[in-house]
């Protein structure tokens, strides 16, 4: 079993920048694929970001290419989201979640653990 605990959430104003954090536990972090999710008011959980095993390969959703950069530390078992040049759309709860499997995807059923998410609200 894996658990993910989400951290660094808060309020921001307008073109700031948030670095989000998400710690795992469990030996198995460390082969598997890890990726970011959102969900705002009212809309649907959907896909932010993802990242391969070892850090080399990541992929982003057109919404957030060139201002967020996920990044992975395996030996701290952590997966961290840099949020840069912040917009209120962005506002949302942010989730990590780890996929058993070895390929980057893109949509929910891609991924086997959650963790409990992370409010992210940028001002205008």
């Known amino acids: 079993q894996v658990q993910l605990v989400e951290s660094g959430g808060g309020l921001v104003q307008a073109g700031g920048s948030l670095r989000l954090s998400c710690a795992a536990s469990?030996?198995?972090?460390?082969?598997?694929?890890m990726g970011w999710f959102r969900q705002g008011p009212g809309k649907e959980r959907a896909f932010v970001a993802a990242?391969?095993?070892?850090?080399?390969?990541?992929y982003y959703s057109d919404s957030v290419k060139g201002r967020f950069t996920i990044s992975r530390d395996n030996a701290k078992n952590t997966v961290f989201l840099q949020m840069n040049s912040l917009k209120p759309e962005d506002t949302a709860v942010y989730y990590c979640?780890?996929?058993?499997?070895?390929?980057?995807?893109?949509?929910?059923?891609?991924?086997?653990?959650w963790g409990q998410g992370t409010q992210v609200t940028v001002s205008s």
């Open positions: 979640a780890l996929a058993q499997r070895n390929a980057l995807a893109p949509v929910r059923s891609g991924y086997d653990f």
């Open positions: 990242i391969n095993w070892n850090g080399v390969s990541t």
């Open positions: 469990g030996r198995t972090f460390r082969t598997y694929p």
